[in-house]
Antibody, heavy 121, light 108 residues
Framework: QVQLVESGGGVVQPGRSLRLSCAAS????????MHWVRQAPGKGLEWLAV????????YYAESVQGRFTISRDSSRNTLYLQMNGLRVDDTAVYYC??????????????WGQGTLVTVSS | EIVLTQSPGTLSLSPGERATLSCRAS???????LAWYQQKPGQAPRLLIY???SRATGIPDRFSGSGSGTDFSLTIIRLEPEDFAVYYC?????????FGPGTKVEIK
């Protein structure tokens, strides 16, 4: 069965960096686009970034453009989110999600359990 | 960027009742690229509906989606105890994808 397990969250000071990882299993990782979505405490969902199945295309939400970088390593079946210049309002649970595989990109068919990032001095 | 608005913010109903949730887009959603997700407290969201009306794998048929253009809805015909949760709509197919603010379905 599809499993997505995020790691790398924690408490970090404003302005610092953090890298999140998402270990994928139960499917052929290299065949699917992957996304990151976050949820601030008590708030709604915010889509952050997508990376194509082959890593050739990446798109970002305006709120993280230029600060966050999505990447993948298909040899390790792992998705990453490098977060630089963290701000207090980046505090959230970060979810790794797998695309459905249908031609229309963006149906978030599988979700990890999330990892909490707290940005605080 | 397409802005999604959901109404009502909170829906108070009893088990067995029918729930109708609305999602309105600031501009037309092409090819009905609209999905619905369910989220229970402390859990990750779960995909319910995509393409405005197609149920995801394993989703009971008491859940149905409809709509096109800018107006979409999610209907739960008979609420089960496990259906009390927050529901989000999402447009996809082009970046940035966006989510609506959510509708909470609570027990009356």
């Amino acid at each position: 069965q599809v499993q997505l397990v995020e790691s790398g969250g924690g408490v970090v000071q404003p302005g610092r960096s953090l890298r999140l990882s998402c270990a994928a299993s139960g499917f052929t990782f290299a065949r699917y686009a992957m996304h990151w979505v976050r949820q601030a405490p008590g708030k709604g969902l915010e889509w952050l970034a997508v990376i194509w199945h082959d890593g050739n295309y990446k798109y970002y939400a305006e709120s993280v453009q230029g600060r966050f970088t999505i990447s993948r390593d298909s040899s390790r079946n792992t998705l990453y989110l490098q977060m630089n210049g963290l701000r207090v309002d980046d505090t959230a649970v970060y979810y790794c999600t797998r695309d459905s595989g249908l031609p229309e990109l963006g149906i978030l068919a599988y979700w990890g359990q999330g990892t909490l990032v707290t940005v605080s001095s | 960027e397409i802005v999604l608005t959901q109404s009502p913010g909170t829906l108070s109903l009893s088990p067995g009742e029918r729930a109708t949730l609305s999602c309105r887009a600031s501009q037309s959603v092409s090819s009905s690229y609209l999905a619905w997700y369910q989220q229970k407290p402390g859990q990750a969201p779960r995909l319910l509906i995509y393409g405005a009306s197609s149920r995801a794998t394993g989703i009971p048929d008491r859940f149905s989606g409809s709509g096109s253009g800018t107006d979409f809805s999610l209907t739960i015909i008979r609420l089960e105890p496990e259906d009390f949760a927050v529901y989000y709509c999402q447009h996809y197919g082009r970046s940035p994808q966006t989510f609506g603010p959510g509708t909470k379905v609570e027990i009356k």
